[in-house]
């Protein structure tokens, strides 16, 4: 679906597996903790746990966009163009990380809530990135794949973060709690 150009750009992984390695592998940890930490259950029932698993997970969240502006730069994606849509995203997600943070530290349990479910769903948007974006730039707009790559680097974390935010937002969500709260307060 990407063309043979994009399979071309891949085979740049065989000859330099290391960053793609180790990216994958601070992903899959991602992925591995995110899906434990979101388990109402397991939060519920095991609060240490949580703690423990958070620090790993957080550690990963924020080495997940830094080894991806590095895979960005070492393999031949997209140039010089693929630089600053990953700075972007990493910066957003480095924020959103440390927000996140610091709602913790500080007992609001909903803001820990509403900033990491933001990073995650960025990070996790980056899965569309290729499998979307990639195939539908080159394929339907005939784009030149690492045009297409640079354009994808943008719209694949968005997309998390739009989704994020219509799930924050939706009736009774972490939003509309803490809305509430808030107006209790005053
Ligand atoms: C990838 C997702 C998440 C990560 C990395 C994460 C990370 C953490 C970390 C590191 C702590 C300990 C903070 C401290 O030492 O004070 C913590 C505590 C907590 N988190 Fe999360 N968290 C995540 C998702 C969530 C979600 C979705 C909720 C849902 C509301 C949540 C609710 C809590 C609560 C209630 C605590 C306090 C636990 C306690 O000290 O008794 N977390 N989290």
Known sequence: MSGRAFLDMLRAFDRNPLMIRIH??????????????FWPGLRRRHRTAHRRIGYVAFVSLICLP?????????????????IPPNVFWLTCILTCA???WRAARRNDFLGHEIWITRATAMSMGAVSLFTLYESAFVHWLHLDPHVAT???FWCGQADGLLAAQLWLSRKDGPLARRRAARATAR
Do not use: N
Not at 24 to 37: D, H, P
């Open 150 to 152: 640079a354009a994808a």
């Open 66 to 82: 830094a080894t991806g502006l590095a895979c960005a730069i070492v393999y031949p994606f997209a140039g010089p163009a693929g």
């Open 98 to 100: 440390a927000y996140s």
């Open 24 to 37: 994958a592998c601070v992903g899959i940890t991602f992925v591995a903790c995110a899906a434990l930490q």
